[in-house]
Nanobody
Framework: QVQLVESGGGLVQAGGSLRLSCAAS????????MGWFRQAPGKEREFVAA????????DYADSVKGRFTISRDNAKNTVYLQMNSLKPEDTAAYYC??????????WGKGTLVTVSS
């Protein structure tokens, strides 16, 4: 199994920035596609961003394009989400996920981001 641990969440003022990290276990991190999802109170979990195993292909939700950047460091078994120009509507629990080459999905426990207005 793959263990995922998110960090970097917290309270930030609107317009500010945060950088989330997700550390993964195992020696096969470089084979996983990685992603970030979020869930706000009373809302469904939604896709935020994803990055291919090599880091060469990225995808973003329309709501975060131009503000968020996903990246990975395979040598450190870590994926990042740089969040700039944060808005109150970005407030949510952010979850890291991994997809193995066989299609198995793993989830972290989440880290809370709160953006004050």
């Amino acid at each position: 199994q793959v263990q995922l641990v998110e960090s970097g969440g917290g309270l930030v003022q609107a317009g500010g920035s945060l950088r989330l990290s997700c550390a993964a276990s195992g020696r096969t991190f470089s084979s996983y596609a990685m992603g970030w999802f979020r869930q706000a109170p009373g809302k469904e979990r939604e896709f935020v961003a994803a990055v291919s195993n090599s880091g060469g292909i990225t995808d973003y939700a329309d709501s975060v394009k131009g503000r968020f950047t996903i990246s990975r460091d395979n040598a450190k078994n870590t994926v990042y989400l740089q969040m700039n120009s944060l808005k109150p509507e970005d407030t949510a629990a952010y979850y890291c996920n991994a997809q193995t080459s066989y299609g198995t999905i793993y989830w972290g426990k989440g880290t809370l981001v709160t953006v004050s207005s």
